[in-house]
């Protein structure tokens, strides 16, 4: 057994990495799944730790498709002339699935993060131009 990983890291250790990686990420969401259970059986009907737990859960699942992304990019680029598998237009095709997820993964997170601060001002001009009127 000890062999197996000292092969696989010898050969390529950006894809033991990356593989590594992928299942503790997907370890951790699945905890977040079963914290929220816990969280409520455990009488705290506090929102703050739900949407804590809720906010952790949402975020390793971005995290998940962005390194599946990287993952089907890396496994299936299609300028190489490795085989993995599969080739010919399978091949291309997993590629760019893998731009997508990272992309749509992306552009997921530019509008929650980064556009959230336009939102909230948008509110906060709405609610002064009502309490003029």
Do not use: P
Not at 14 to 41: A, C, D, E, P, Q
Request: proline content about 0%; charged content about 20%.
């Amino acid at each position: 057994m000890n062999s197996i990983i000292t092969m696989a890291v010898n050969k390529d250790t950006r894809l033991f990495t990356l593989l590594i990686g992928i299942l503790i990420i997907k370890v951790l969401w699945i905890i977040s799944l079963f914290s929220n259970f816990i969280i409520k059986y455990y009488g705290s009907y506090d929102d703050y730790y739900i949407q804590l737990n809720n906010d952790i859960e949402y975020t390793l699942h971005d995290i998940f498709t962005i390194l599946m992304g990287i993952l089907l990019i890396y496994l299936y680029n299609h300028l190489t002339t490795k085989q993995v598998c599969i080739e010919g237009h399978t091949k291309i095709y997993l590629y760019s699935f893998g731009i997508l997820a990272l992309i749509g993964t992306l552009q997921k997170l530019i509008h929650t993060y980064y556009f959230r601060e336009y939102r909230e001002l948008d509110d906060e001009i709405k609610y002064e131009i009502d309490q003029e009127f």
